[in-house]
C-alpha cells in the first residue's frame, strides 16, 4: 500500500478565510513534505517534517503554518492567503526521517498524495 | 544547487518508442528518479536510478550515466493513456534530508 490521502479536494477561500489542508498516511514513513506546484510547473518544497518534528522550511510566508500531529497526519493551516497562492497543493511521505547523516536509498522514494486544488480569491 | 534539464514537449505516435532525456549538474546526487504526472493529479512514481546501467520495468525503462550527469526514460508501445508530463528528479546527496529537486517536466502527446 503506497497509499496518501489529502482532503479536500478542491478549496475555494477567500484571502481573509482560515481554512486547513489535511494529509494522511499509513505506511510508517517518517518523513512527510508539502509542495505547491503551479500550471505546467514542477513541484516546489515547502516544508519537511521528519519524526514529527519541521526539518526544513523553504522560506514559506507565514501565512502558512504547517502542523503534525503524529507520525500519520499532517497539516497545512492557511491564512490571510493571497490570489498567487492558488495552486494544487500536494502532500508526500517517504519511508526514512533525514538528518543526523542519514543515508537514503533507492526505496526512500516520495509517494505523493492526489492534492488539493486551491483557489483564493 | 542542482539544474536539471529536460525537453518541454514530445509527440508521438501510438505503439511507437519515446525516450526522455535529462541532463543535470549537481553538488551531490544520491539518486535519480521519474514520475509520470497526468494533467490535476499527483505525480506518480515510476522508476529511480542510484548506479549507472539500465533499469527496467514493463513497458518502461530508465537509464543512468553518473558522469555524464545523463538519464533517460523509455516509453515502449506508446498508448493514449501515456500522455502525460514526465518529471525527472534528483536527490541531492550534499544534505542528509534526501530533499528532491525537480526538473520542469517533459509533456509526451501520444497521437493516434
Known amino acids: 500500500d503506497t497509499e496518501v490521502t489529502q482532503t479536500p479536494k478542491h478549496l475555494v477561500m477567500g484571502m481573509t478565510n482560515k481554512k486547513s489542508l489535511k494529509c494522511e498516511q499509513h505506511?510508517?514513513?517518517?518523513?512527510m513534505y508539502w509542495y505547491k506546484q503551479k500550471a505546467k510547473k514542477p513541484p516546489e518544497l515547502m516544508f519537511v517534517?521528519?519524526?514529527?518534528?519541521?526539518?526544513i522550511n523553504e522560506s514559506v510566508p507565514s501565512r502558512f503554518s504547517p502542523e503534525c500531529p503524529n507520525s500519520s497526519l499532517l497539516n497545512l493551516h492557511l491564512h490571510a492567503l493571497q490570489p498567487e497562492d492558488s495552486a494544487l497543493y500536494l502532500c508526500?511521505?517517504?519511508?526514512?526521517?533525514?538528518?543526523?547523516?542519514?543515508?537514503?536509498?533507492?526505496?526512500?522514494?516520495?509517494?505523493f498524495g492526489p492534492g488539493t486544488r486551491l483557489t483564493v480569491l | 544547487g542542482q539544474n536539471i534539464d529536460q525537453p518541454t514537449e514530445m509527440t508521438a505516435t501510438e505503439g511507437a518508442i519515446v525516450q526522455i532525456n535529462c541532463t543535470y549538474q549537481?553538488?551531490?546526487?544520491?539518486?535519480l528518479f521519474w514520475y509520470q504526472q497526468h494533467a490535476g493529479e499527483a505525480p506518480t512514481f515510476l522508476s529511480y536510478?542510484?548506479?549507472?546501467g539500465l533499469e527496467e520495468k514493463g513497458r518502461f525503462s530508465s537509464f543512468l550515466s553518473r558522469s555524464k550527469g545523463y538519464s533517460y526514460l523509455l516509453l515502449k508501445e506508446l498508448q493514449m493513456k501515456d500522455s502525460a508530463s514526465y518529471l525527472c528528479?534528483?536527490?541531492?546527496?550534499?544534505?542528509?534530508?534526501?530533499?528532491?529537486?525537480f526538473g520542469a517536466g517533459t509533456q509526451v502527446v501520444v497521437t493516434p
Open positions: 508526500a511521505s517517504s519511508p526514512l526521517g533525514g538528518g543526523g547523516g542519514a543515508r537514503h536509498t533507492g526505496t526512500d522514494t516520495q509517494y
Open positions: 505506511m510508517g514513513h517518517r518523513a
Open positions: 517534517y521528519s519524526y514529527e518534528k519541521l526539518s
Open positions: 549537481t553538488s551531490g546526487f544520491n539518486g
Open positions: 536510478n542510484v548506479l549507472d
Open positions: 528528479a534528483v536527490r541531492d546527496g550534499s544534505d542528509s534530508w534526501g530533499k528532491f529537486q
